[in-house]
């Protein structure tokens, strides 16, 4: 799996009919975050990165904080029409993806996405994708397809009441993203809740490619056909 963030820009259109932009380019290895004093917008921008992914649950409350409902100007303080997420990342193979998400007047529910440079945006050649259920399967998911351009495999780990589930891309990030205002607190402090039996230690065995998962996978299937085997010798014996 490759994921490199390349560029991030965040639009607002104001009340006025003029359009506020910030972009930042990330250069490749750049893996920190860093200003000389707070309210500099640090969280804003590793929180974008995430929500502009469709990765909401890492931020949790802090979506709403993204857009807040006026933005200072030169004329004084202009009201927050609309206001949008523009992400361009690369894969493994210098691919750019270049992904759309409004944030105002609501968070969307939809990505908009074109295959090029962000500077290469415009309304042609624009595709679709969804969030919510499905993102993962669905053929117009969009975490099916980041999932793909990015090379990220379908890793298959234990559910709490013993079945089979996937390894979401939200437990990856959840350890590679470190926010100052929660992310000192504990490893993994931003990890989601998804049914995942021991979600840290599935996650970060498969970031450094140890065989935790295939283990457990192993040793979850064998008692459950240990626990079958008995649950059938003593009907047996019941019935005898």
Not at 81 to 90: G, N, R, T, Y
């Amino acid at each position: 799996m490759h994921l490199r963030y390349s560029r991030v820009r965040l639009e607002a259109k104001l009340f006025n009919g003029k359009l506020a932009s910030c972009e930042v380019e990330l250069l490749p290895g750049a893996n920190l975050i860093l200003t000389d004093s707070n309210t500099q917008g640090k969280s804003t921008l590793v929180n974008a990165l995430a929500v502009g992914l469709g990765l909401d649950d890492l931020v949790k409350g802090n979506v709403a904080a993204l857009v807040k409902d006026t933005l200072r100007v030169a004329e004084g303080d202009q009201r927050i029409v609309e206001a949008a997420i523009l992400l361009e990342i690369a894969n493994a193979s210098n691919e750019l993806l270049t992904i759309r998400r409004s944030v105002k007047p609501e968070l969307s529910g939809g990505m908009l996405v074109r295959r090029g440079p962000l500077s290469q945006w415009s309304e042609s050649g624009l595709e679709e994708y969804y969030l919510g259920p499905g993102s993962y399967t669905d053929t117009r998911g969009f975490h099916r397809l980041l999932s793909e351009f990015i090379g990220f495999p379908e890793v298959q780990v234990i559910s709490q009441d013993d079945g089979v589930m996937r390894l979401y891309l939200e437990y990856i990030f959840s350890a590679t993203f470190v926010e100052q205002k929660r992310g000192w607190a504990d490893i993994m402090a931003n990890m989601p809740y998804y049914r995942v039996r021991d979600p840290k230690k599935s996650t970060i065995a498969e970031i450094l490619g140890l065989d935790y998962i295939r283990n457990n996978l192993q040793r979850n299937a064998l008692r459950l056909e240990g626990a079958t085997a008995e649950g059938a010798l003593r009907h047996r014996n019941r019935g005898s």
